[in-house]
């Protein structure tokens, strides 16, 4: 490989926004994301696996197969220790009924249901990301960031998405919706995760 040869990563998402995001933080010159969008792909992946792990190197081996590009998948989520790690790989459907979709409202209204009466030392919680790359040449690579926090009695905070106007990050004193971008891009799982595979990125191409 050229010294100073672009390597194209296909990003296992069709969320602009979030391959955005991850390029963002690796901040990596040489590396270049491309989405699933990018592709043309408008497939569905289907993630059947029992961990954030699985499902990570399910979507990124999927996307590796098709294109024959280094491919880099996430599978993140909420786990509350009072149940026993739920909504875990979940998160994002916690609250679905059949086939109707849950809305991130609905999976929060859920939860708080689910831990109405539960004590705040008993609310412990935690944010999970799992990255993982898969390679042409069959190398496998996860790395895997969280966060550590609370979930509150109510909502608290008008920005970001999901769960986070109910998980609240002790160390700021705020739930991650009452954070800026720059502040939970600072603390958030997926931070910690990109993290670690900027190290693993730097060693294989050499960036």
């Known amino acids: 490989m050229e010294k100073n040869e672009t390597i194209e990563i ?4 069709k969320n602009a926004h979030k391959v955005k995001e991850l390029g963002e933080m690796l901040k990596l010159d040489r590396i270049k994301l491309k989405s699933l969008s990018d592709t043309g792909f408008s497939g ?4 059947n696996g029992s961990t954030f792990e699985e499902n990570a190197l399910i979507k990124a081996q999927t996307v590796c197969n098709l294109y024959g590009n280094p491919s880099l998948a996430d599978d993140s989520g909420l786990c509350v ?4 790690g739920a909504p875990g790989i979940y998160s994002a459907r ?17 939860l708080l249901y689910e831990l109405k009466g539960v004590p705040e030392e ?15 040449d069959g190398r496998k690579i996860t790395v ?9 009695f109510s909502e608290r905070g008008y920005d970001g998405f999901g769960y986070d106007p109910v998980f609240y ?7 991650f919706a009452e954070m800026s971008e720059e502040e939970k891009n600072s603390v958030s799982h997926r931070k910690n995760a990109v993290d670690l595979m900027k ?7 050499n960036v």
């Open 144 to 152: 895997h960031g969280e966060c550590r926090g609370f979930i509150t």
């Open 94 to 110: 916690y609250a679905s009924v059949g086939s109707e979709n849950a809305t991130d409202r609905d999976n929060v209204k859920k």
């Open 44 to 47: 569905e992946i289907e993630e």
């Open 10 to 13: 296909i990003a296992a998402t």
């Open 169 to 175: 990050y002790p160390p700021l004193e705020k739930t």
């Open 81 to 84: 220790d009072f149940l026993s």
């Open 122 to 136: 008993k609310r412990a919680a935690k944010f999970v990301c799992v990255l993982a790359l898969v390679l042409p």
């Open 199 to 205: 190290k693993e990125l730097i060693d294989i191409f």
